[in-house]
């Protein structure tokens, strides 16, 4: 893991549990949380352009959805 998640591991194994998984090793929360916090990085970064677009600093929740869809 090159950079630091931002994504609790505790959070990573909620998810797969919530997935009918019965056991969750380490290296799959870790890739979750990295695959998860470069999708995040790659939305945000759509959604501060689509709020600098519109003539905004402040990105909304609009902006969060509408980047998601792109």
Do not use: P
Not at 18 to 36: C, G, T, Y
Request: proline fraction near 0%.
């Amino acid at each position: 893991m090159s950079k630091k998640s931002f994504l609790s591991l505790n959070a990573m194994d909620k998810i797969i549990r919530d997935s009918n998984a019965e056991r969750v090793s380490d290296d799959a929360k870790e890739a979750l949380a990295n695959v998860l916090q470069e999708k995040g990085a790659e939305i945000a970064k759509e959604a501060k352009k689509l709020a600098e677009h519109a003539g905004r600093k402040t990105v909304t929740k609009k902006d969060i959805l509408l980047a998601v869809t792109n």
